[in-house]
């Protein structure tokens, strides 16, 4: 649509607050698609992006394998190229939001093993396939869709296995052109992980507010020891600090939008956003479905399902040890001395 990143943070926020998994959905889609205006050949966004807006085709991106998550450089799906000029793609991927359904996957694979750092020998493919085949045939042979992982939360998409056993990929379907594209894969993931980050945090805002909504109305509603539960101090103590946490993961939020938005660097920022803004949901949905008591383990209220969907902003985008490690490690080379 055009939207500036500021923009698109608080429409995730809503979204989230009323069902996160139609963040997620989004989220990979916009991805597929920043990568492709930034990074994509005129040809590829001319294939693609209209398309794209339209909904006509979905978009997913992976990085993810079963063997590892936050250790991107350890990546083992591999692209050789072929004698025809074609590139083929073997490996196994875990984790793929939008999986089954997308039309499309912006896939991170190694295509020189000997590099020098692992992370300078890796591509991203625009892989097509048949949206909603578990087994592609024809032009699509070899990539193969597994049964959906069944998850705790998060059930209102799909989280899949990518299984590329023989794939054929065309030289043109290296994101960038295969001159400007191969082995540059890494930096434009990691450039578009930003975007990520800043939605996730998003994501934690949308159900931290959320949660805070539906504490503050049953504390009202429900009464102890004659009269609501929110005259209590220990309730009103539990307000006070998800309030604050909600307005703080907000603002920090939007700042790591504002700064990407201006072209400035916002790696630590958009780290500090998705750190903290995981943990406000985390946390504000545990203390509101401590206030619900027994009924916040029922089915019935909606705190319950928020219960099971926020632990995924712990690990999503990178966990929350991982956002430590990368804040601290950016912030000494941003002031070194």
Known sequence: MGLDLTTYAMIVE?????????????????????????FGTDEQKQKYLPRMATGEIRAAFSLSEPELGSDVAAIKTTAKKQDDGSWEINGQKMWV????????????????????????????????????????????????????????????????????????C??????????AGL??????????????????AARGVGIAQRALE?????????????KPIAQHQAIQFKLADMATQVDAARLLT?????????????????????????????????????????YGYSKEYEIERLYRDAPLLLIGEGTSEIQRMVIG?????????
């Open 14 to 38: 809503e979204l989230s607050r009323g069902w996160i998994s139609i963040s997620g959905v989004v989220n990979t889609h916009f991805i597929g698609s920043y990568l492709l205006m930034k």
């Open 97 to 168: 939001t939008n999986g089954l359904r997308s039309d499309l996957v912006f896939v991170l694979v190694r295509t020189d093993p000997n590099a020098d750092k692992p992370q300078r020998g890796m591509t991203c493919f625009i892989a097509e396939k048949v949206g909603g085949e578990h087994e592609n045939t024809g032009d699509y042979k070899g990539l193969n869709v597994p049964p959906q992982l069944r998850k705790m939360g998060y059930k209102g998409v799909e989280s899949t296995e990518l299984v590329f056993d023989g794939y054929r």
């Open 170 to 179: 065309p030289a043109d379907a290296i994101l960038g052109g295969e001159e």
């Open 183 to 200: 082995n540059k894969g890494f930096p434009q993931m990691m450039d578009a992980l930003e975007l990520g980050r800043v939605n996730v």
């Open 214 to 226: 539906l504490a503050l109305r049953y504390s009202q509603e429900r009464k102890a020891f004659g």
């Open 254 to 294: 939007n700042r790591a939008a504002r700064m990407k938005d201006a072209g400035e660097r916002s790696d630590i920022e958009a780290g500090m956003a998705k750190l903290f803004a995981s943990e406000a949901g985390r946390f504000c949905v545990e203390e509101s479905f401590r206030i619900h008591g027994g």
């Open 329 to 337: 490690r950016k912030l000494l080379e941003r002031h070194k001395i």
